[in-house]
């Protein structure tokens, strides 16, 4: 138990200086680049649960 509280307090004080760390340093998608990539999300959400229930079912 004390390995897994190690673990998440770990992870949690990464959260807590990369997000900030990231969204200083991160380019900016432009409105091109965004509307690209909002194009293949959804079938690629649902790709996912299809391969998820797949996985389901064969295990």
Do not use: C, D
Request: no cysteine; hydrophobic share 65%.
């Amino acid at each position: 138990m004390a390995n897994l509280v190690t673990i998440l307090a770990f992870l949690f004080i990464a959260l807590l200086v990369f997000v900030p760390l990231i969204e200083r340093f991160a380019p900016r998608a432009s409105p091109e680049q965004q509307s690209k990539i909002s194009r293949w999300i959804l079938p690629l959400v649902g790709l996912s649960l299809v391969v998820a229930l797949f996985k389901s079912f064969m295990s």
